[in-house]
């Protein structure tokens, strides 16, 4: 009979990496080349650790001459992004190509759209000289309210405006702004298909269960290796293959809206480091109040930022879902 | 004044049982309404619209908060406060 370990602030790290490594890799050539039937991986590759973790997992999958490597950027990018990428590419041998998407966001009106939207909140939002992002309202993370999306706007000087977003324009900027995982995806498929690969996934299990992705755009893969890796465990995984050190302290960002954002600040309300230790407690189930003298919390708070993380998971579901089929003949 | 309240607790009530995915008679006037689920984050965002376009409030940072929201009757006494304001 297993019993659970007491709960600890190093529960979360795997206890031995190359073994970790070892079944991903296995499973992943499992996978894609016997029972997909497939011949390799395409991956999209931005300079962020998820991507080059997987990056590097594929190579050792499935060999570097297997693996194609694709930088998708586009002009809302940041210009670091395709050095790291290149740099990366070239460390594990595998080709790299750059496929740059403005146009094609451009014909779906992605920026049009979005813009749109962001001056009817700000009329004085120019996007030539304006940038925007948006986020959520810290408050409420140890709150029962669900959190709330700001919209702000970066004006030439540095000034930021924030505002409360309207539901419309909320769901107009993001419906917008999915374009851009959306065309990602397809460009993918489009190598993927023309080689015989697999598209391999990048989110980790925050993203997939927190739902912290775009439902057939960066959620669209036929194989995720890191999606049961909580992101302390995918730094200790790069750390194992090599990825450089600069993509390694490089702050996880959106890379999504024109202004800088980290992803802590538009989505988890924590860093990576407590968001793991909190989302494996709850997962676990764990008593608040074990860990909340671990973490050095009130029980009070833990059990508030339970019920957060379990809102997240119900509220996210209908990303996870797979289209329903069975209307007939059950 | 205890008719204003009457009537926006009306309103406020109504749109509720409206908004919600859910059976109304679920919903009592002291049901918290987040903390049981009733409402997410896009309900959450739906109901200040509602509110400020309906009673003609605006809502700031230091109004999200867990004692003006919680509930129909929580939600009927922040927007009477901010209409007296």
């Given at each position: 009979m297993s019993s659970k370990k007491p709960f600890s602030k190093d529960i979360i790290l795997l206890e031995d990496v190359e073994s970790a490594v070892n079944e991903i890799v296995t499973k992943m050539q499992v996978d894609v080349l016997h029972t997909m039937k497939r011949n390799g991986g395409v991956i999209g590759i931005s300079g962020g650790i998820d991507s080059s973790v997987c990056f590097a997992l594929a190579a050792k999958a499935f060999?570097?001459?297997k693996v194609l490597g694709i930088m998708l950027p586009e002009k809302d990018s940041s210009p670091d992004s395709e050095v790291l990428a290149r740099n990366l590419a070239e460390i594990y041998g595998v080709e790299a190509i750059k496929e740059e998407i403005t146009d094609a966001l451009s014909g779906f009106r992605c920026y049009e759209r979005r813009d749109e939207a962001v001056s009817k909140v700000f009329?004085?939002?120019d996007s030539g000289t304006h940038k925007m992002k948006i986020g959520i309202k810290?408050?409420?993370?140890?709150?029962n309210l669900p959190p709330i999306f700001t919209l702000t706007i970066v004006e030439p000087d540095g000034t930021e405006k924030e505002k409360i977003l309207p539901r419309n324009e909320y769901l107009q900027i993001v419906a917008a702004s999915n374009f851009k995982q959306r065309t990602r995806m397809s460009m993918l498929y489009y190598h993927a298909e023309k080689l015989h690969y697999a598209v391999i996934g990048t989110p980790n299990k925050h993203e997939q269960e927190q739902g912290f992705f775009v439902k057939f755009g960066d959620?669209?893969?036929?194989?995720?290796?890191?999606?049961?890796?909580y992101k302390t465990q995918v730094y200790q995984v790069a750390e194992y293959l090599g990825v450089p050190k600069e993509i390694i302290d490089r702050t996880p960002t959106t890379d999504t809206y024109t202004a800088e954002q980290t992803q802590e600040e538009f989505f988890y309300q924590l860093p990576f480091d407590l968001m793991d230790r909190y989302w494996y407690a709850f997962e676990n189930g764990y008593p608040a109040s074990e860990v909340a003298r671990v973490m050095g919390e009130t029980k009070e708070r833990v059990e508030a930022l339970y019920r957060n993380l379990e809102r997240k998971r119900k509220t996210t579901e209908y990303l996870r879902m797979s289209p329903v089929r069975n209307y007939y003949g059950l | 004044m205890k008719s204003d309240m009457t009537e926006i607790k009306g309103k406020v009530k109504e749109y509720i049982h409206q908004a919600v995915y859910t059976d109304k008679d679920k919903i009592k006037d002291d049901s918290l309404i987040f903390k049981e689920g009733f409402m997410d984050s896009m309900g959450f965002i739906t109901l200040i619209t509602y509110l400020e376009e309906q009673f003609g409030i605006s809502t700031g940072d230091a109004d999200l908060l867990e004692e003006n929201f919680e509930s129909i009757n929580a939600i009927s006494d922040f927007v009477m406060r901010k209409l007296m304001n």
């Open positions: 060999g570097p001459e009329p004085e939002y810290q408050s409420g993370l140890y709150s959620g669209g893969a036929d194989v995720m290796p890191i999606g049961n890796l | -």
